[in-house]
């Protein structure tokens, strides 16, 4: 798959706010990196915005990692159903909501992010540890963003097999990440075969949850989205590779991400 996809120009005259404001809910004790990649990647694909929800020691964090997050400072280690209201709420204010990045898998956790899906109406980008607490048939929306592993759990979830997933995926659209990526939507499907083996590096699926993210809220196409992000991230590992062979890192992405955006507007 060549992109196949035009993304638009931006208007010269535009003013803050109207090329995207995303809002990953993200972090823990545990993980700070994830959400820190995916955040980056978003401002890197040309969003105006992007605000961090996470716990408050890993929002702390951010805030070291990068003068550019604003973030939302969630008490606690991990989030906890107490603060679904508060991010639903939250959610309101922006074009894109991203969950799961370092979120971790606690119990409690699961809840709180199956909570948040269910009711925000927003477009959505579901990734990581969040995708093991969702059902598609509770989704609306999104685009879920799995490897295999992560993908073999959404399917028993959902009670269906890869076979018959486009009768029940509604509006959504997933992307299985693989030495082969398959894009999947109610009425099509797409293959991405750019990509390096050296991206089985920590974060890659990050960056590229950001990537779907930043420039879904551009051009609020999930569609569009999906297939230019991965086609994009998989380039730019092609073009690491030939700097560092397998000894790139997901950090090494991001200074990538802008000219791999311009070059399909």
């Not at 590229?208 to 991230?233: F, H, P, R, S, T």
Request: charge should be positive; include cysteine.
């Amino acid at each position: 798959m060549s992109a196949g996809i035009k993304l638009r120009k931006r208007r010269k005259d535009s003013h803050k706010g109207e090329n995207g404001r995303v809002l990953f809910v993200g972090g823990s004790i545990d993980y700070v990196g994830a959400v820190y990649l995916a955040g980056m990647a978003a401002f890197r694909s040309g969003v105006d915005n992007v605000t961090i929800a996470a716990p408050e020691k890993a929002a702390w964090a951010l805030n070291c990692l990068s003068p550019d997050f604003i973030t939302v400072k969630i008490k606690g280690e991990y989030f906890r159903t107490a603060a679904a209201k508060k991010i639903i709420g939250l959610a309101k204010n922006f074009d894109v909501v991203v969950i799961g990045n370092g979120i971790g898998v606690r119990n409690e956790t699961k809840k709180f992010a199956a909570a948040v899906i269910k009711k925000v109406k927003a477009l959505k980008v579901i990734d990581a540890d969040a995708i093991k607490s969702i059902r598609l048939q509770d989704v609306s929306n999104a685009v879920i963003t799995p490897h295999k592993k992560e993908f073999e759990i959404l399917l028993r979830n959902s009670n269906c097999s890869e076979k018959n997933i486009q009768k029940i995926i509604g509006n959504n659209v997933i992307i299985v990440k693989a030495a082969v990526d398959k894009i999947i939507s109610k009425n099509k499907t797409a293959l991405n075969r750019t990509g390096h083996a050296g991206m089985t590096v920590s974060g890659t699926g990050d960056v590229l949850a950001g990537l779907v993210a930043g420039i879904l809220a551009q051009e609020k196409d999930l569609w569009k989205a999906a297939v230019a992000a991965a086609y994009i991230n998989g380039k730019i590992g092609q073009k690491l590779s030939k700097r560092f062979g397998y000894g790139f890192t997901a950090s090494d992405m991001l200074d990538l991400i802008g000219k791999e955006v311009s070059w399909l507007t």
